[in-house]
């Protein structure tokens, strides 16, 4: 018997084949897929009482795209650009019957079909760029010739998704089919285009302005800042206009082998399984029932709490909003009103929607009113004590079985869960802020945190959006631990000379969203300030001193003007020269290599030291943290990711020349030449 898995099987339905593909759980182009369309589609070519091809999928979705598991392996099984030009070329008419998600190879299988019909709840795209490579079987070169190039640019270069009604209206679906009735609809039409014949997409002209790729740059530059595969996805759009088709080809398999062999994609496709890896929670039970979550408690009006209430009402979750005084409970009401009208006037929701949003919000003034919720989030003030009065009290108003969570940053979730009789109800759900457009989610996992407790919290952040990691209990967690190990040694390197904006530049240039000092002056330079202007012990302390808070009074380690732009601040650069002046430390030429040496290596250090403690459960949910809490670029894959192309042997000898104590776990993997 053959090894080879049976994914592609052929029925007949009279003078119409229909090829069927059964690959779960999203029928991605395996290497047995592309020999069963093969096999079977030469099968049908060459039966002369075949008039016409239909090709459908079993299971929740069309083709979603090439088997990304096999990317990087041993290439195996018919080459998949051969398969499609094979059915692009059959000489009778193929026709794509698409449900679910026709994606990357998928639509490109779908391209060289001849004719394509489509459920309206179908989606249609190529997102190859989210993962840095470009639909790589013609999806440049074919779509220019369906859709146009305006479209085929937007599609391949940003990667969304068309509705099968957009779709129909591009031209790029032919027809919509009945949402039951697919399989049937699919046959009807494939009998009728018999007597029109085939129609291969290649011999088809290229339509449209190719000035629209140039404004689609200009529209995204600062998006696509430090990604390649954005404007190889262009260039082969681009190249579509001006070459025959066979050489369009050439020029895109160019294209997709250098994206395909580079740094940025491998880094993409690692977050790709990384993401989906950070959902899975190591040692729970299989069958753990979820508690029902269809009312929500949130403690604070601040930032954070008017952040993660939004968050629920979005998803239709009524929440009960509690504040300690009135004016706070109304100003923090009428925040989350303004931000919604803000996304409205954008046309981000209706105005309906706005005032369906805020008509599940209640306010309240009282705990009381927090006895029916079923999630109960603290988003009030970083204090251990606070906490644990509030925790006490909780106790003693929720209802048997709700989730008590606390949105803590840093402080120890045992003991405020320690405040309870009900350390099992007890995590914490670490949002990032705006809680309500930051994805990351950190779920704290107490000792006695009860597997449904933390299956659910995990759950509900899915719910909500948000991608969800599991983080055990130490000071700053995974996120905010390894941020204060990028903080000291950046303030130590003004020390030895370094200026604010050198340091913030080679951070920017790396691919952060902004660098140590822009981030210091965001949060307050007097978070945690004595404030006692004779103790000048610290940088920090002189420059609270000399009233440079950060932005909120447009001074810190930069000026800002009233719109928050940034510029160098001499005052500032003054006070660190006089600073390092008082600290006998001689001032030196500091280079871009070091500062990466002495901000990033130690980052992946102390995650070196989370992992071997078991904080995170796996490298790649650092990794997960730091792009989706942090602006870590993506194409760099996260600091575990990156370490690994930096090379860890470089990063230990970097770290031991800087006098920095070396995590056990890093120095292993290095010496045994492995990888995180
Ligand atoms: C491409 O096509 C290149 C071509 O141009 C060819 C050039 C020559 N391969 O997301 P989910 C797994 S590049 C392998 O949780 P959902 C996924 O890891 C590709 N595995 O489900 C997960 O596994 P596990 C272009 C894949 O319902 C499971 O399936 N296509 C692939 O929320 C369920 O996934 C894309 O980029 C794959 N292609 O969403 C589409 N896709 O259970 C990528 C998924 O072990 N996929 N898996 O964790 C998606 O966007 C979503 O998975 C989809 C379903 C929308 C399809």
Redesign the pocket.
Known sequence: MSDTPVSVTMERDGEIAIVIVNNP??N???WHVRQGLQDHFTAAIADESVKAIVLRCDG??FI????????GKAPQGPD??SVLHMIEAAPKPVVAAIH??A????L?TALVCHYRVAVPSA?LG???V??G?????G?TQRLPRIVGVEMAAQMTSL?DPLSAKKALDAGLVDALAGEDSLAADAIAFAREAIAKGPRPSRERAVFGDVGAIEALKAANAKKWKGFEAPYANLACVEAATRLPFDEGMTFERTE?MKLMMGSQSAAQRHL??AE??A??IDGLPKDVQLRPVTKVGVIGAGTMGGGITMNFLQKGIPVTIVEMAEDALNRGVGVIRKNYEASAAKGRFTAEQVEKMMGILTPSLSLDDLADCDLIIEAVYENMDVKKDLFGKLDAIAKPGAILASNTSYLDVNEIASATKRPADVLGMHFFSPANVMKLLEVVRGDATAPDVLATAMAIGKTIGKVAVVAGVCHGFIGNRMLSQRQIPATQLLMEGALPDQVDQVHLDFGMPMGPFQMSDLAGLDIGWHRDPSRVETLRDAFCTAGRFGQKNGKGFYDYDEKRNRSVSAEANAIIEEFRSTSNLAKRDITTDEIIERTLYPMVNEGAKILAEGKAQRASDIDVVWIYGYGWPVYRGGPMFWANLEGLPKIVAALEKHGVEVAPLLREKAEKGERF
Do not use: C, M, Y
Not at 64 to 71: C, K, L, P, R, V
Not at 103 to 106: C, S, T, V
Not at 133 to 137: C, T, V
């Open positions: 759980p999203v991605a182009l395996s929740a979705t979603a795209g090439a088997d990304i598991t096999e990317f998949f650009n679910g998600t994606l990357g190879g998928g490109e989606k190529v997102p190859e989210k993962l490579l470009l639909p790589g079987a999806g990667g997709f790709f399984f989906r890896q959902a899975k």
